[in-house]
Structures are given as C-alpha cells and as structure tokens.
C-alpha cells in the first residue's frame, strides 16, 4: 500500500498542541492566544484522541492482508521497534534528571520499563508523565492482530456498527465515571488503556472501509473537500464551545473519543483528496515533521525538565525569557536530531538484534531475575527487620543484574531459539555462562560498594542462592519452550 503522505503531517499538527499544552509555546504563542484560538491551540487531550484514530487508521494502511498470513513475529517486532528505544532513552533521561532513583519504588520503575504504567492508576503519570500514551499504544497493538483477522471475515457494515455501538457505549461509560467520580479517579478515567480503544477501533474500521470500498468510490473532488472542511469546522467548533458551556464534555473528556466519528471521517477525506492541500501537506519538509513527531512527544518531557534545571541554575539574568524565546525551537531541533541520529540507528541495531533472539524468553528472563533477587533475600533473611536493613543491597544488586544479565543472555546466545532444540551441552551451556557471569560481575559491582562503604554487608550465601535459582529458572523456562515445541517448526523451515 502507497504511503499517504498527507496524513503524516497532521500528526505534527496534534503534537503541536500537546506542546502549547504543557507550556512549550513561549512568546511565539502570546499574539495569537486569544479566544477564539486559544482553545484551539491548546487542545492537547483532543488531539491525543485523533493520534489514537490514526494509529488504527494507519496500522490498517500497513498490515491489511486479507490474502496474506500475518506474521506475528515480524509484526511485534515492528511495533516493539517502532516505540520502545526512543520510549527507553527518555526514561533514561528522567533517571537522569531524579539522578538518585534508589529511593524510588522498584514497581513503579519496572512498570514503566515494561511500560504497563497506565494499567496501574498510580503510577499512570509517574516519570516521563506524557509517556502513559505508551502503554495505550502497546495494548491497541496487542488488540490489532485479533480484530484485523476477525474483521476480514466480516461485512463493512458490520465493523462500522461495532465501531459506533463500541464508541457509544465506551462515552456514556466515560461520561458517568467523569460526572460522578472525577477528580478523585482521576488518574483512572483519563488514563487507563481501555477507555480510549474506541478511538482505535473507529480509526481501525475507518481504515478498513477505506481499504475495501474507499479507493475504488468515484466521490467527486468537491464532495470530499466539503466532507473534510466539515470535519475540521465541526471539531473545531465543538472545541470552542465547549469552553464556553462547560456543561458539555470539555476539557481532557475529549481525550476518550469524544470526536473519534469525526476525526475519522477527517482522515478518512484527506487520504482520498487529491487537490492543492494534499500537495502541501505531503511536501517533504512538513512529512519530515511529521515523522519526528513521536521523538518531539516522548522526548518533550525530560528535555523541559533538564533544560529548565539548565536554566535556573545559570546566571542568566532571566531565564524564563530565554525559555520563552528558546524552548519551541529547541524541541523541533531535538525531534528532528531525535529522530534521525537516535531513533533511527537505535532501530537497526536493535533490529539486528532481535533478529535473533525470543522476545517471550527475554521478558520472562527479566521476570525471572526479578523473582530471583526478591526470593534469595528472602529465603536469606526471613526476619523482617533484618531484611530492611539491605535493602539498600538488594536494590542495586537489582537493577545491576536486571540491566547486565540482560547483556549477557545477548551476548552468549542464551536467548537464540536454536539452542532450544540442540544437544544438552548445546541447550545447557549458553544459559549457564550467562547466569554464572552476571552472577560474578553483580557481586562485584556489590563488593566495591560495600568496600566504598555505601552497603552494610556483603551478602555471600545471596549471591549463591541467587545464581541457583536463576539458571534453574531460566533451564526451566527453555526446557518447557522445548517440551511443547515453541519455534520448533519456525527453525525446521529455515
């Protein structure tokens, strides 16, 4: 499927708002932050609601096979790369911006590593606050292969009439949750993945129809330019006046797919118009912008953060005036060296890289270590207090072999789905020099802080205990993967 250009550009358009809305817009925003505009220009919850229906409007443009198996693994693996380096790298920042993360709660960390915080209301706006998004995108992943397989069996009329009794029934749910328990749940109504499915599915079957019957429709070049202008006059509309009757759904209501019905009919008429405004936005610096503005979304946060630090710590005479003239074209920069000389070499070489490893082996590796560290201090120490007083250990003897195992699984092939299936010193060896490495180089990093008097003691029998339980774990996890077959005949047919 032909790449429609036009439609990526408008993603720069909605992160824009996302911008202005977190105070990014500095003096380049006060002239024309004036009612009428203003609510336009500060619209970040409903441009996050057309994001959500482009990314199932897009995804369909991407994987919409109807003739063709769905290859889940190169799926996931697209997905996983689409997201999850740029997402890292910012969480590596607000560790950076904290600098002492120790004294933060593990789960709230492993959450947002595993990115499942908005599944978890407290921790949904924890770290990089904007990166709550993530999750939502990660379960509207999870979903598409199963709805875009049941949908080829079904009738367009059908998927349109799913969308909207999905979209009504998930508003009025939304509406209710907002009138009788907002703010108090707050972090539950406007965060939690499911409320803002709607929004993907209608973008979903707004793709599908567009598939299907869209291309081949003789709608006249008039029509569909009423049909756009229509949308974008009607969104708009609604968003003004929204602040003026407060009554009506307004604020961030509208981030749950308020306007999802009509930013699909939006997208839908800008990817099948074909006059002047389509050659526009389809120049290649707006698509450039476009395309960078994920690396601009996820990267806003930590950035604002570290440079208003920067800021405030120089001995500049007014640093909010530098920010207010420097902040909007230092992000766009940012994005824009983000996306090509971040972004980008870290997808091709993690691409490489999972190119040879089982993703499921890996996450239940890191469950395994994280199980591991919990249940040797345990075991160990069985006496509350005592096992509060290394805690301190116990922690970073964490986060070292969360981080370096990892490494090394990698870099001996112990997460390879071949060895799976090759001889027992074959299957055994990988798993057993990568557990036995990261178990020496944790107890070192250990020993030198104990040494440099940062911990109280040096737990030996924990480093035994530890080490035991991972290659235990871990042959054991691999020997199951073996029993029932898992890539057995993925590998047969290489």
Same mark, same amino acid.
């Given at each position: 499927?032909?790449?429609?250009?036009?439609?990526?550009? !408008?993603?720069? $358009?909605?992160?824009?708002?996302?911008?202005?809305?977190?105070?990014?817009?500095?003096?380049?925003?006060?002239?024309?932050? %004036?009612?009428?505009?203003?609510?336009?220009?500060?619209?970040?919850?409903?441009?996050?609601?057309? +994001?959500?229906?482009? #990314?199932?409007? &897009?995804?369909?443009?991407?994987?919409?096979?109807?003739?063709?198996?769905?290859? %889940?693994? #190169?799926?996931?693996?697209?997905?996983?790369?689409?997201?999850?380096?740029?997402?890292?790298?910012?969480?590596?920042? &607000?560790?950076?911006?904290?600098?002492?993360?120790?004294?933060?709660?593990?789960?709230?960390?492993?959450?947002?590593?595993?990115?499942?915080?908005?599944?978890?209301?407290?921790?949904?706006?924890?770290?990089?606050?904007?990166?709550?998004?993530?999750?939502?995108?990660?379960?509207?992943?999870?979903?598409?292969?199963?709805?875009?397989?049941?949908?080829?069996?079904?009738?367009?009329?059908?998927?349109?009439?799913?969308?909207?009794?999905?979209? !009504?029934?998930?508003?009025?749910?939304?509406?209710? /949750?907002?009138?009788?328990?907002?703010?108090?749940?707050?972090?539950?109504?406007?965060?939690?993945?499911?409320?803002?499915?709607?929004?993907?599915?209608?973008?979903?079957?707004?793709?599908?129809?567009?598939?299907?019957?869209?291309?081949?429709?003789? $709608?006249?070049?008039?029509?569909?330019?009423?049909?756009?202008?229509?949308?974008?006059?009607?969104?708009?509309?609604?968003? $003004?006046?929204?602040?003026?009757?407060?009554?009506?759904?307004?604020?961030?209501?509208?981030?749950?797919?308020?306007?999802? =019905? $009509?930013?699909?009919?939006?997208?839908?008429?800008?990817?099948?118009?074909?006059?002047?405004?389509?050659?526009?936005?389809?120049?290649?610096?707006?698509?450039?912008?476009?395309?960078?503005?994920?690396?601009?979304?996820? +990267?806003?946060?930590?950035?604002?953060? %570290?440079?208003?630090?920067?800021?405030?710590?120089?001995?500049?005479?007014?640093?909010?005036? &530098?920010?207010?003239?420097?902040?909007?074209?230092?992000?766009?920069?940012?994005?824009?060296?983000?996306?090509?000389?971040?972004?980008? =070499?870290?997808?091709?070489?993690?691409?490489?890289?999972?190119?040879?490893?089982?993703?499921?082996?890996?996450?239940?590796? /890191?469950? @395994?270590?994280?199980?591991?560290?919990?249940?040797?201090?345990?075991?160990?120490?069985?006496?509350?207090?005592?096992?509060?007083?290394?805690?301190?250990?116990?922690?970073?003897?964490?986060? #070292?072999?969360? @981080?370096?195992?990892?490494?090394?699984?990698?870099?001996?092939?112990?997460?390879?789905?071949?060895?799976?299936?090759?001889?027992?010193?074959?299957?055994?060896?990988?798993?057993?020099?990568?557990?036995? &490495?990261?178990?020496?180089?944790?107890?070192? *990093? *250990?020993?030198?802080?104990?040494? /440099?008097?940062?911990?109280?003691?040096?737990?030996?029998?924990?480093?035994?205990?530890?080490?035991?339980?991972?290659?235990?774990?871990?042959?054991?996890?691999?020997?199951?993967?073996?029993?029932?077959?898992?890539?057995?005949?993925?590998?047969? #047919?290489?």
């Amino acid at each position: 499927m032909k790449r429609l250009d036009q439609l990526t550009f !408008t993603r720069f $358009i909605a992160l824009l708002m996302v911008l202005f809305y977190h105070g990014a817009g500095g003096i380049y925003l006060r002239s024309f932050d %004036i009612f009428p505009l203003s609510p336009l220009l500060h619209a970040a919850p409903t441009a996050v609601s057309f +994001l959500y229906v482009l #990314s199932g409007f &897009v995804m369909v443009l991407v994987y919409y096979r109807p003739a063709q198996k769905f290859d %889940i693994r #190169s799926y996931w693996t697209a997905r996983f790369l689409r997201i999850y380096p740029l997402y890292i790298v910012s969480f590596l920042m &607000v560790w950076y911006y904290y600098f002492d993360i120790s004294r933060i709660k593990p789960q709230k960390i492993l959450a947002n590593i595993f990115v499942i915080q908005a599944w978890i209301p407290k921790y949904a706006q924890s770290f990089n606050y904007a990166s709550w998004s993530m999750t939502v995108e990660f379960f509207f992943y999870a979903v598409f292969p199963f709805f875009i397989l049941w949908s080829y069996r079904q009738s367009t009329k059908k998927l349109i009439t799913v969308s909207l009794i999905l979209w !009504t029934v998930s508003q009025l749910i939304s509406y209710v /949750l907002w009138i009788g328990y907002f703010p108090e749940q707050e972090l539950f109504i406007v965060y939690f993945p499911l409320f803002h499915l709607n929004s993907f599915i209608t973008g979903v079957v707004g793709g599908i129809w567009y598939m299907r019957v869209g291309q081949t429709q003789e $709608i006249k070049p008039v029509t569909n330019s009423l049909v756009l202008a229509a949308g974008v006059l009607f969104a708009a509309g609604y968003t $003004i006046i929204s602040t003026v009757f407060t009554q009506l759904p307004h604020d961030l209501q509208p981030m749950s797919g308020l306007l999802a =019905p $009509i930013f699909t009919l939006i997208i839908v008429a800008l990817a099948l118009d074909k006059t002047r405004l389509s050659k526009i936005f389809s120049h290649p610096v707006l698509v450039t912008l476009g395309e960078t503005s994920f690396a601009l979304y996820i +990267l806003h946060v930590p950035v604002t953060w %570290i440079y208003i630090r920067a800021l405030e710590t120089s001995s500049l005479a007014d640093p909010q005036l &530098v920010l207010d003239y420097t902040y909007l074209p230092l992000m766009i920069s940012v994005g824009l060296l983000a996306h090509f000389y971040v972004d980008r =070499p870290l997808r091709n070489w993690l691409k490489k890289i999972l190119e040879h490893i089982s993703m499921p082996l890996l996450v239940l590796d /890191l469950a @395994i270590i994280a199980l591991s560290v919990y249940l040797s201090y345990r075991l160990r120490f069985d006496v509350r207090r005592e096992f509060e007083s290394y805690r301190s250990t116990a922690l970073m003897m964490f986060w #070292s072999a969360f @981080i370096l195992r990892t490494v090394f699984s990698v870099a001996f092939k112990a997460l390879r789905p071949e060895t799976l299936y090759g001889t027992l010193i074959q299957f055994v060896r990988p798993v057993l020099i990568s557990v036995t &490495v990261g178990s020496v180089v944790v107890a070192g *990093i *250990i020993l030198v802080g104990y040494s /440099l008097g940062r911990f109280e003691n040096f737990p030996r029998s924990v480093f035994a205990l530890d080490w035991a339980l991972t290659l235990g774990l871990s042959l054991g996890i691999r020997y199951v993967f073996r029993f029932f077959g898992i890539y057995k005949n993925e590998l047969s #047919s290489v």
